[in-house]
């Protein structure tokens, strides 16, 4: 029942970031500014608070300059944060859960969470007038990486809508995310999750076409969230209270914000993507409440994230973790 926890796992020694240039340059400091080797798991408008706080200079104020690369997968991300490739690693909390349960001595904790859900949508080829789940009984439909949480919180809302992910449906799991884009351009696949700005991008070319979205029928479960491993919390705490404060800061300067200033500061982070599809995906995020408001996250949002590995066959019941032994909330409470 556990192969796919497996499939996460397994990869957790292997890394193969792709390091870009982040758009910032630090502001100069009283004193120089402490170098951070930042991973995030892939790119995402998910990750706009982070964004944020990397253009408007938070983290700069925060006397924080980054190196940016980007995982390709929660198992690679991992793989940089627990081989001191990464200092400060940004997934899904399902990394940080199976590591716990293993045998490395090195234990990663969350200490900062930056979106509240899933943001991904199941999309369809053709415009569909009328979208009923049941819809998809015995259609291929295109997922994600075995044991990640989009495909996680995809089968939960499948199960939530009445289907059975094994039997019901023929799943495709097993593309590579960078090569996911191009198989459904290629006219595979007759449904699809995806994340944005891709689904606003598609509905704009006529190549696919919004049908529902996987975090509103899920509901909350912190999905994505700032991790760092114990050696680093206990030597570089003001450091990861001063990387807390910056993105709370993004996060609350985001509600204030005009689509059009969001749209500026995401154009350099998604080259190739219109800025019509960036202000797509930001509205559709925003009207799904799908940012956290703060960086504190809390046992109820996490107790339901593991309920979703439970049911998805990846985390043994017994094995759930406290939620103390997950969660580092000191930062986040003293967050200005």
Known sequence: MLNRRRALQGGVAALGALTVAAPFVARAQMKPPVKIRYNEVVRSLLYTPAY???????????????????????????????????????????????????????????????????????????????????????????????????LLFFETAMRMKGLDPERDVKLQNNVAIPARIGAWLAGQYEYGIFDEPEVAQFELDGKGYFLASVGEIVGRADYTCFMATDPYIRDHADILQNWTNAIYRAQKWLPTATTDEIVDILTPYFQGRTPQALAGGVEH???????????????????????????????????RVKFDDLVRTEFARKAV
Do not use: H
């Open 52 to 150: 944020v706080a990397i253009t408007k200079g938070y983290l700069s104020d925060a006397g924080i300059e980054i190196t940016l690369t980007i995982g390709q997968g929660g198992d690679k991300s991992m793989a940089a944060l627990l081989s001191n490739d990464a200092d400060i690693a940004l997934m899904g909390p399902e990394a940080a859960i199976y590591v716990l349960n293993s045998e490395s001595p090195v234990k990663p904790r969350i200490f900062c969470g930056l979106t509240a859900t899933s943001g991904f949508s199941l999309i369809s080829r053709d415009k569909v007038p009328s979208f009923e789940w049941s819809m998809l009984k015995g259609k291929e439909i295109l997922g994600f990486r075995p044991g990640s949480t989009p």
């Open 285 to 319: 995020f925003r009207k799904l409440d799908i940012w956290k408001s703060s960086p504190l996250i809390e046992p109820g949002p996490i107790a339901k994230f593991e309920d979703i590995l439970v049911e998805g066959a990846v985390l043994d019941a017994a094995k």
